[in-house]
């Protein structure tokens, strides 16, 4: 190459330039591997260009608690304020929920399935979720009525809501029809709503649909006491029913996790390279710009199980070194 010309080197590149390059890879790659490239490429992964997004929530359906809420903190913190989208499964408490909301302003997307949070941090948070466009609440037990009617309150921009529930998690209960009220008089701007296995009856469901005119999609399979009248759903042009027969939904729609909840993959992918010499370029990285993570890389476990039987597998390998 001729000397004089216009091309930059990659380590010149401007750390917005370097984020949106590194979203196309792993969590893995980005945390790992990318620091050790060169220094600008270890300091644009500790600024918040690379962490606008976080996505673990494949990675966190097979952790510890304690691991799920360090990377959290870690990975939050890094995003200086500018998270849009976080997706994480199995939140082990209502503090990890405030730490979130905490660091909410620009956040539109909020994916946090299987996790246990409980209406009353919903009720103390639900304020700073404002910006809050898409929310998945799937398998949360601990949230009903209240805590949807909080989110609804304060949420006025949500158009997209996924409340699933599991078969077994919703034995004992006599009804949750207070829920379907609930989304019915405070999301009026709902264009997707996924409410398989609630326990709800035509009657709340056909109030939802009267308030939630903007609704495309609906989603009530497995709510078998739903009976809607095919006329009826007719006059909501351009509004899809799905349910309350189970059927093949991946195809569908994109994006349903429990298309993958059960998976025939199976692999260990072991992180070999996690911690190790990072030293190498961590005071640079600190001195220059951005204050130290309250937690770094080194104190996160990050071994992954891919497999049928992964919840239960998953713990009894060892951490990685």
Avoid at 48 to 62: F, K, V
Wanted: hydrophobic share 40%; glycine share 6%; charged share 25%.
């Amino acid at each position: 190459m001729e000397d004089g010309g216009n091309v930059r080197c990659w380590d010149e590149l401007l750390p917005d330039a370097l984020g949106l390059i590194f979203k196309n890879l792993s969590i893995q790659e980005v945390l790992t591997v990318v620091p050790r490239v060169c220094r600008s490429w270890g300091r644009a992964v500790m600024g918040p260009y690379c962490w606008q997004e976080i996505d673990i929530e494949e990675w966190s359906r097979y952790q510890r608690p304690e691991n799920i809420d360090r990377m959290l903190r870690m990975l939050i913190i890094r995003s200086c304020g500018s998270l849009r989208k976080l997706c994480v499964s199995g939140l082990s408490s209502d503090q990890m929920f405030s730490f979130i909301a905490a660091h909410a302003k620009s956040l539109q997307t909020l994916r946090t399935s299987r996790s246990a949070i409980s209406d009353p941090i919903v009720k103390q948070v639900a304020g700073m979720f404002s910006t809050i466009t898409s929310l998945d609440l799937s398998y949360c037990i601990n949230i009903g009525a209240t805590g949807l009617e909080e989110i609804g309150k304060h949420c006025k921009f949500l158009s997209t809501l996924r409340r699933i529930m599991h078969p077994l998690e919703v034995i004992g209960k006599v009804s949750q029809d207070d829920e379907a009220l609930a989304i019915a008089a405070t999301m009026p701007k709902l264009k997707h709503l996924e409410i398989a296995y609630l326990l709800v009856s035509t009657e709340s469901v056909m109030e939802m649909l009267k308030n939630c005119r903007l609704l495309e999609l609906l989603d009530v399979r497995g709510c078998w006491n739903v009976n809607l009248d095919e006329k009826f759903i007719k006059t909501f042009q351009g509004l899809k029913v799905l349910g309350p027969l189970v059927v093949d939904y991946c195809h569908e729609v994109n994006g349903w996790d429990a298309c993958s909840d059960y998976s025939g993959s199976s692999g260990y992918l072991a992180w070999d390279f996690v911690a190790g010499d990072m030293d190498a370029y961590s005071d640079e990285t600190v001195s220059d710009g951005f204050s130290e993570d309250e937690q770094s890389i080194e104190d996160v476990e990050m071994w992954f199980y891919d497999g049928p039987d992964a919840e239960d597998a998953g713990y009894d390998w060892p951490q990685s070194p």
